[in-house]
């Protein structure tokens, strides 16, 4: 992603203000400026971002990012898996190693 593409992308948020994401696990929330309280569902742990630092989401449910000062933000998808068809799969073989028989 190029710079202007972030700038694009990036959401602001003004202090006090929520955004949720559901589904997040994977996805990456990263502070372009200004401070953020992340808290997942399920996660025994809140965390704290701030300029220029990066979460990826563990959680598989909701996700609340709370703005502690006005910040801005960008939330990146994880990069797609690929799957190959089943007839593209390189073939597993199995090889075993048999010693002299005495």
């Known amino acids: 992603m190029y710079p202007n593409e972030i700038a694009q992308a ?4 003004s202090k006090d ?20 309280w992340i808290t997942q569902d399920a996660h025994p742990r809140d965390t704290f971002l701030a300029d220029g630092e990066s ?3 563990e959680g598989s449910r909701m996700t609340v990012v709370q703005a502690l000062q006005d910040s801005r933000l960008i939330v990146l998808a994880p990069p797609a898996e690929v799957v ?16 002299n028989p005495s």
Do not use: N
């Open 10 to 13: 990036a959401r602001t948020l």
């Open 17 to 36: 203000a929520l955004m949720r994401i559901r589904k997040g696990r994977g996805q990456v929330v990263t502070v372009l400026e200004g401070l953020v």
């Open 55 to 57: 979460l990826q989401l």
């Open 84 to 99: 190959l068809p089943h007839a593209l799969r390189a073939p597993v073989h199995e090889y075993r190693i048999q010693g």
